[in-house]
T-cell receptor
Framework: DGGITQSPKYLFRKEGQNVTLSCEQN?????MYWYRQDPGQGLRLIYY???????QKGDIAEGYSVSREKKESFPLTVTSAQKNPTAFYLCATGPYQPQHFGDGTRLSIL | SQQGEEDPQALSIQEGENATMNCSYKTSINNLQWYRQNSGRGLVHLIL?????REKHSGRLRVTLDTSKKSSSLLITASRAADTASYFC?????????????FGAGTRLAVHP
């Protein structure tokens, strides 16, 4: 079954803790993206990667980090530097533009 | 401010009625896409319309694009309760060295049985 798998579905972060959100795809897409969605708002781009071992900052990259060691995987780490991490995080892939989305991870602060 | 802005913010209709959502944007685009998001879920791609196209259909969906007015509309005909969701427009443009997709804040559609 082709698609994008995000895990976990829900995640809680303690103060000063880094947490990592997983995104795996089997669509064979080169480009992968991480978006943040706050209540009642659209999506804002955090990071994107157009090819393995390469990634670029989006509009709101501060407090986040990513890696792209494999085509299938694009994990996002929310670091302790991100002071307002509570949001819905969505991973997307596409051949040249975001087109397919995962079901998201909801991150909350403990 | 956001590139794409949807109007209305919320829409409530009865089953069988048509629903129209509008999207306005500010800069030149390569394409415009519409997505649906059910509560707590990811986005589902509905339609992509290129900048040289004026109208596109997919099932009960009809999308128009007016580049002179920098606006698009999504029409859902004969709505069903299952159409209840948030709908987002996203403008596609090449900026900063990559194909960017900029989302509006969405229209929340409620279809009542």
């Amino acid at each position: 079954d082709g698609g994008i798998t995000q895990s976990p579905k829900y995640l809680f972060r303690k103060e000063g803790q880094n947490v990592t959100l997983s995104c795996e795809q089997n669509l064979n897409h080169d480009a992968m993206y991480w978006y943040r969605q706050d209540p009642g708002q659209g999506l804002r781009l955090i990071y994107y990667s157009q090819i393995v071992n390469d990634f670029q900052k989006g509009d709101i990259a501060e407090g986040y980090s990513v890696s792209r060691e494999k085509k299938e995987s694009f994990p996002l780490t929310v670091t302790s530097a991100q002071k307002n991490p509570t949001a819905f995080y969505l991973c997307a892939t596409g051949p040249y533009q975001p087109q397919h989305f995962g079901d998201g991870t909801r991150l909350s602060i403990l | 401010s956001q590139q794409g802005e949807e109007d209305p913010q919320a829409l409530s209709i009865q089953e069988g009625e048509n629903a129209t959502m509008n999207c306005s944007y500010k800069t030149s685009i390569n394409n415009l896409q519409w997505y649906r998001q059910n509560s707590g879920r990811g986005l589902v791609h509905l339609i992509l319309i290129r900048s040289n196209e004026r109208e596109k259909h997919s099932g009960r969906l009809r999308v128009t694009l007016d580049t002179s007015k920098k606006s698009s509309s999504l029409l859902i005909t004969a709505s069903r309760a299952a159409d209840t969701a948030s709908y987002f427009c996203a403008t596609g443009l090449f900026s900063g060295g990559y194909n960017k997709l900029i989302f509006g804040a969405g229209t929340r559609l409620a279809v009542h049985p």
